[in-house]
């Protein structure tokens, strides 16, 4: 991308995020208005969820999606949005954990409930509990609110560390798949992405994806809801914008850092 196009696309980032004054849950790849009413969790909606006390005290590491700390988020639960929670996704049993204290002050943690809960946030990540032909649930983080998405799942295996003969947590293993109009294909490296599209718009995203050096297999979550917006926008005409404050502030500093450097 030369420099004029850069300067174009930093300017209407800028006064995008300029115009997001309104309060808005961040979620990566889309904006959610916040309702608003003052509601808190009620906890009698996940009567049906499960204490956790998941340990596995031999096995080095842990078994959460990116730390052990609980990260405030929100969830969608029959339907209504609860925010202010503290959550954090065990990858290792695919469960989704709610913690809280009790009117005494102790902490407790819950499994949620993938019959209630349809989607969720953890910090700035998005979240959906999706169901497959065979009836069952699967988690997967989501970068994307058009008609075309990137889903990713996330796995952990424990492993034996046959030197020390110690167990061990692998690190995160991301699946990653491109949704188009509810249909799932999975992608490992450029080749395979492109390929879920049409030969009429795999040159123009083969083309971005060239321009600003992407390549999906490495790709932060910032960049890939990039790629994810202007293939909507050529392909359903959705406007060509940033749609979330974090990814775009973001963008806006590392696009900001290479046209110093490149300047200077």
């Known amino acids: ?33 916040m309702p608003q009413s003052n509601d808190r969790f009620d906890f009698s909606i996940v009567v049906n969820g499960r204490k ?10 842990h078994q959460f999606l990116a730390q052990e700390f609980f990260t405030e988020g929100t969830a969608t639960i029959n339907g209504k949005l609860y ?14 954990v709610l913690e809280y204290n009790n009117s005494q002050g102790a902490k407790h943690r819950l499994t949620m409930s993938d019959a209630s809960v349809t989607h969720f946030s953890i910090g700035v990540k998005s979240f959906e509990f999706k ?25 952990k295996r424990v492993e034996l560390n ?14 990653q798949f491109v949704e188009i109009d509810g249909n799932l ?5 450029n080749r395979s992405f492109l390929n879920s599209f049409s030969s009429e718009s795999k040159n123009l995203v083969r083309q ?24 909507n926008s050529i392909l359903y005409d ?27």
């Open 1 to 33: 991308m030369n420099f004029p196009s850069r300067i174009r696309l930093l300017i209407t980032l800028v006064l995008f995020s300029l115009f997001l004054g309104l309060p808005f849950n961040m979620e990566a790849g889309g904006v959610v208005m």
């Open 238 to 264: 959705y406007p060509l914008m940033c749609l979330n404050y974090y990814i775009c502030t973001k963008y806006i500093e590392n696009e900001f850092y290479r046209f110093c450097k490149a300047a200077s």
């Open 131 to 155: 169901t497959m032909p065979d009836g069952s649930k699967t988690i997967y983080q989501v970068i994307g609110n058009g008609r075309i998405r990137t889903l990713y799942s996330w796995k």
């Open 52 to 61: 956790y006390d998941y340990l596995m005290p031999q096995v080095e590491g």
């Open 162 to 175: 046959t030197s020390k003969r110690e167990y061990f947590y692998t690190p995160a293993i991301r699946t």
């Open 185 to 189: 294909k999975r992608f490992r490296g």
């Open 208 to 231: 971005f994806m060239k321009e600003n050096r992407i390549k999906v297999s490495k790709v932060t979550d910032e960049e890939m809801a990039l790629l994810i917006n202007y293939c």
């Open 83 to 96: 925010k202010d929670l503290l959550l954090n996704l065990d990858i290792f049993n695919q469960q989704l």
